[in-house]
């Protein structure tokens, strides 16, 4: 299983997960991400990784979860 | 100057025989001979008899987070790579027992470290302070003995989060005292890069004593799930205000005789409660029944006084004490702080919705602790001083005289 971490040291609120992943993120009053807790469905993972990669922080990590 | 250090100016006293603070009720500072006379030299130890005895005695780090030393005594791995990092950087500011360990026992924290050491076969030691009388107490106690020339007594300029130990490595190493956003522990990954074993001095004292007295002497004193003794720092209306060693299973209620007031147990990453009823020193049940004991800050406002506007002023510094690393730290303690001054002020029910949720946007959403912490004091004053903001919502004020028990850093608003 997989799911998504955030390093906040690392986010500055640009909001884009949101856009690309809305079934999982939401943004905050801040603009800052909420995270579902719960493992990723595996029909998300592709857009979970799209996500990932499209932070203008590098602050989305997907990580495999046994 | 010389003269400060040679006794306490923070009030100190034990319940029982003294062991950290032996010597430093009666006598002020412990010098190398009068340390020499009560503990004789540092007993050193191999790592496994080190990792057995703090595993047999259930010892917990003492800096807060109360994470079994014998856990992380076994994570390392030995040899001249390793390093040993004492963090007496006591960013909390309402206590005082490190520093007051520091300054007056300093041989002992000092055995402390080249014990560890020596386990680890290592001369790579640094303990890093904030307090400038206890600095130059350890300096000082290095230069008054001949097998602690290599330990490096290092000063730290930062607040409360540059105290949490990964800020610390940061610190030592030259860098900005925050912690790093990913979660690399410092037997992993510590000072210089290498694998460091890190805790709390009081941590240290510990494993001295442990180490000179052996597992069944050591385990005398106190319940068999935490044997030992604990410094805690008393403030307010209780027994003794200052620093008081006590046995682990002291009840709480001993150290704060009876009153109305609400008592507050960990300091400002803590949690108020109704009452210390029911409590007693150990870290596990104190954990259990959801309030830890923290870096040992116990603290209760005088019957008659109110404590509202105090609490204010610490969620305030507290948000101020945010590094600016974390988004949901950064904006979200101002936010639930506005709030409760507002409360504080008079406001309705919806502003204490408003930081209710707020809270809930802080906890868990950031590289360190101090969210989750500061979440913690907020939200269970909230809860606890319920019936005094009530009050205040409905007078505008409470008439009473405020509390002024809860210290601040000099400077801070």
Request: proline content about 8%.
């Amino acid at each position: 299983m997989s799911t998504i971490a955030v390093d906040w040291t690392r986010c500055d609120a640009h909001g884009l997960c949101s856009r690309l992943l809305p079934e999982e993120i939401t943004l905050d009053e801040w603009g800052f991400p909420l995270v579902a807790r719960r493992d990723l469905d595996r029909s998300l993972v592709r857009a979970a990784r799209q996500a990932a990669a499209a932070c203008p922080a590098l602050a989305l990590r997907l990580t495999q979860s046994s | 100057m010389t003269s400060m250090l040679e006794t306490p100016t923070t009030p100190v006293s034990a319940i029982g025989a003294p062991r950290l603070l032996a010597g430093v009720v009666d006598h002020g500072r412990v010098d190398h001979a009068r340390h020499l006379a009560l503990h004789g030299p540092p007993a050193l130890r191999r790592r496994g008899w080190l990792v057995t005895a703090s595993h047999e005695v259930g010892l917990l780090g003492r800096g807060g987070a109360a994470f079994p030393v014998s856990t992380k005594l076994a994570a390392m791995p030995t040899g001249t790579r390793c390093s040993v990092l004492l963090n007496g950087s006591e960013g909390e500011p309402a206590s005082r027992k490190d520093r007051t360990l520091m300054t007056y026992a300093p041989h002992l924290v000092i055995d402390g470290a080249l014990l560890v050491a020596d386990a680890l076969e290592t001369d790579d030691v640094t303990i890093a302070v904030h307090d400038p009388v206890a600095h130059d107490s350890l300096v000082r106690a290095c230069a008054e003995r001949t097998d602690a020339g290599h330990v490096r007594v290092v000063r730290t300029r930062d607040g409360f989060v540059g105290g949490e130990v990964r800020a610390v490595v940061r610190g030592v190493d030259g860098g900005r005292a925050v912690p790093e956003g990913r979660r690399v522990l410092p037997h992993v990954r510590g000072v210089g890069g290498r694998p460091t074993f890190a805790s709390n001095v009081e941590t240290f004292a510990q494993l001295a004593v442990l180490s000179g007295l052996g597992v069944t002497r050591y385990a005398a004193v106190g319940p068999a799930t935490e044997p030992g003794t604990s410094l805690v720092t008393l403030i307010g209306d209780t027994l003794r205000p200052g620093v008081v060693e006590v046995p682990n299973g002291t009840h709480l209620p001993l150290l704060l005789p009876p009153s109305p007031a609400p008592v507050l147990i960990g300091g400002y990453h803590g949690t108020w409660r109704p009452t210390a009823d029911g409590l007693v020193v150990e870290r596990a049940s104190l954990r259990a029944a959801g309030a830890p004991l923290g870096a040992g800050v116990i603290a209760r406002p005088y019957a008659g006084t109110c404590v509202v506007d105090e609490v204010v002023r610490v969620a305030r510094w507290l948000a101020s004490e945010s590094a600016g690393q974390c988004g949901p730290c950064w904006f979200g303690l101002p936010a639930v702080a506005d709030d409760l001054a507002a409360l504080a002020g008079g406001a309705g029910p919806d502003r204490a919705a408003s930081a209710h949720r707020r809270l809930d946007l802080v906890r868990g959403r950031g590289a360190c602790s101090h969210p989750d912490g500061s979440a913690m004091f907020v939200g269970s004053a909230l809860e606890v001083l319920a019936a005094e903001l009530s009050v205040h919502q409905h007078h505008g004020r409470c008439g009473l005289p405020p509390s002024n028990v809860l210290p601040l850093p000099v400077g801070a608003r």
